[in-house]
């Protein structure tokens, strides 16, 4: 790993949103942006623009399904895999496992 990936992971948790993002996928498999942004009550550019820096550090993967795109941690990122039991221990998003569930596969009407 370089310097400047380690920058770029830092900066990516840096901010409230995207540790708030790593936590929901730490507790959900995977999740569609749709649910993110409901969650976050965000447009759809507001929250690709987190989920973009999130995936250029290389914290999250991404798979396209029609219209949606759903993400997951990426389990290779070494750094993520040291943090993720102290982000799951102070990051609090007000879920638990499997709350999302509902939430995860986006309706016809919204795609």
Known sequence: MTKEELRRIFYALSDDIRLEIISMLLK???ICVCSFMKHFNMSQPNISFHLRILKDASLLKARKQGKWVYYSINKENQVLELLKDIIMEFVNVGISRGILVEDLSCSIEEG
């Open 28 to 30: 959900e498999e995977e």
